[in-house]
């Protein structure tokens, strides 16, 4: 899940594809690479006094002799689910990759990939969430995904934010694949998150991004909901609540616009696997 710009609901969609998932069956692992830690938050951790440097992604990404990113993960409560949580401190790896990058020390921005690699034979499925910025683990995210997910609010600012991002998105890539570390993307999705459709100007800026992004675009969009607001005030997701905190209807049409996000998700991860490939060639119809 990726933005430059923060608000925009990557987080809370993370946690939720995450948990979704897990739901459905899958083996899951949820990375928090972003030093706000709000991923890690709606598990339920107060990051800053609950965990250390040692249990985020710090230490592997700072220490070329560790070989596992193993030590990190942590079971949550649902099964099949697992996290490697943030905290504060994996701000200061920013400094430290970029430092040790302009002295030329290696290709760092693999560090990740090496990683994931190291832990992948256990998940069907590992979910990025990056911080909402270009720096060093945001590179070291875009090279180690496989597909990219992109939530924009239907708003002026965070539609332009995110043709900016795009922009530069395309500039990154470019770059890196002077260097051969151009990612290797299987799809790019844009969610429409935070949707309020009572506004006008939401409702043209949703037909637009339509419009533009035409089947890139996730057909259901993820509207606002206080069902989401009181969740989060609970350091919990959606899927936790034992019941509705504001009425059932309104708890039913956020678990209907969440399910129809990450069903369309999940569609998109399958068809990528060797598996799906494999019986759409044995078809004949890839």
């Given amino acids: 899940m990726q933005n430059f710009k923060g608000g925009v609901g990557k987080s809370t969609l993370s946690v939720h594809l995450a948990q979704y998932l897990a739901i459905k ?13 709000s991923a890690t938050t709606l598990f339920g951790y107060v990051p800053d006094l609950d965990l250390t440097e040692d249990d985020t992604l710090y230490p592997f990404l700072r220490q070329q002799e560790l070989t596992s990113l193993d030590y990190a993960l942590r079971k949550t409560h649902f099964d099949g689910l697992e996290l490697i949580p943030a905290n504060l401190r994996l701000f200061q790896s920013e400094y430290e990759i970029a430092a040790r990058m302009a002295r030329g020390q290696g290709r760092l921005l693999d560090r990740l990939s ?37 939530p924009v609010p239907p708003t002026v600012m965070d539609f332009s934010s ?34 309020d459709e009572n506004k006008s100007m939401q409702k043209e800026l949703l037909n637009l991004m339509r419009t533009l992004f035409g089947h890139a675009m996730i057909r259901t969009p993820l509207k606002d909901s206080a069902e989401i607001d009181n969740a989060t005030a609970r350091l919990m997701t959606v899927y936790e609540l034992d019941g ?4 059932s209807a309104v708890r039913n049409r956020c678990l ?19 598996s799906h490939l494999g019986r759409l060639r044995k078809e004949g119809i890839a």
């Fill in 25 to 37: 069956g899958y083996r899951v692992a949820l990375i928090d690479c972003d030093s706000q830690a």
């Fill in 162 to 195: 995110t043709a900016a991002f795009l922009a530069m998105l395309d500039e990154t890539i470019e770059t890196l694949s002077e260097n051969d570390l151009a990612p290797t993307l299987k799809f790019l999705r844009f969610v429409a998150s935070k949707v």
């Fill in 244 to 247: 509705p905190v504001t009425s």
């Fill in 114 to 150: 090496q990683g994931i690699a190291s832990i992948s034979d256990r998940f069907d499925v590992i979910v990025l969430d990056p911080p909402p910025a270009l720096g060093a683990i945001s590179l070291s995210v875009l090279r180690a995904a496989n597909a990219l997910i992109v």
């Fill in 256 to 274: 209907a616009y969440l399910d129809g996000v990450n069903a369309e998700i999940e569609i998109d991860i399958r068809s990528m696997w060797p």
